[in-house]
């Protein structure tokens, strides 16, 4: 078969943009590369206590401290119910109603914390708990996902740090950690660490390509002109004095 008996394949159309028609404009982020903002396309800030991860155990926590933190406690548990340390027990289960730390453990309520892993009735786990909680000023109400976080995130540093340390919070839902005075560098580096994450989560974002103007002004001026909340240019312009 020659050559000549091909088919020609027909040609695509060729689209020109008509004279005067708008080009089509960059998105924000590559207008702002652009410009020279070396950090337009820089991904967004994971907001730890919205956790997308499918299988997180305790949103704001990585799933192995909140394992290694329930495990933890769980072994106190036991060695409290095996001792019979009534008082040590009934605020142990108090900590963990107000964490739901059962999550840890990927349980789903104290009742099946309390017949799967302590061989305790659930309604005396949970009567326990109450006079826990009384005892200690607090009530049963779960704490919020930041208050949670910290907490774990405190106790789990402490656990990989091997400081024996005792993390709780009061009735007035302030965070109080006791470890030993000669501990206490290894335990605000730990614990620094563990937090750095969750404190960039609560600071305020910078603003985005997408809130600047064409010349790279923030959009939120407003009034204020272009020299920002600087005021009035004093004096003679440099160079003309």
């Known amino acids: 078969m020659t050559s000549d008996s091909k088919k020609a394949r027909p040609a695509k159309p060729v689209q020109r943009r008509r004279k005067g028609a708008p080009r089509k404009r960059l998105s924000p982020e590559l207008e702002a590369l652009a410009r020279g903002d070396e950090k337009a396309l820089r991904r967004p800030r994971k907001e730890r206590l919205r956790d997308p991860r499918p299988v997180a155990l305790i949103p704001g926590v990585a799933n192995r401290d909140a394992r290694a933190v329930a495990d933890a406690r769980v072994e106190a548990l036991r060695a409290m119910i095996e001792w019979d340390d009534q008082d040590s027990l009934e605020a142990a289960l108090a900590d963990f109603v107000v964490l739901r730390l059962w999550r840890g453990r990927a349980i789903t309520s104290l009742e099946a914390l309390a017949g799967d892993l302590l061989e305790m009735a659930p309604e005396a786990a949970q009567a326990a708990a109450e006079r826990g909680a009384a005892t200690t000023g ?22 990989e740090a091997e400081i024996d340390a005792r993390v709780r919070v009061d009735g007035d839902g302030r965070l109080e950690v006791d470890f030993p005075a000669v501990a206490a560098p290894e335990a605000f580096d730990a614990i620094g ?28 001026r407003g009034d204020r002109g272009d020299r920002g909340d600087r005021g009035p240019r004093r004096g003679p312009p440099k160079g003309r004095r």
């Open 193 to 220: 660490r563990r937090m750095g994450t969750l404190l960039q989560d609560r600071r305020p974002k910078r603003p985005s390509p997408g809130d600047r103007d064409d010349r790279g002004d923030r959009k939120d």
């Open 138 to 159: 607090r009530n049963l109400e779960p704490l919020d996902d930041v208050a949670v976080a910290s907490w774990l995130r405190t106790e789990a540093a402490l656990l």
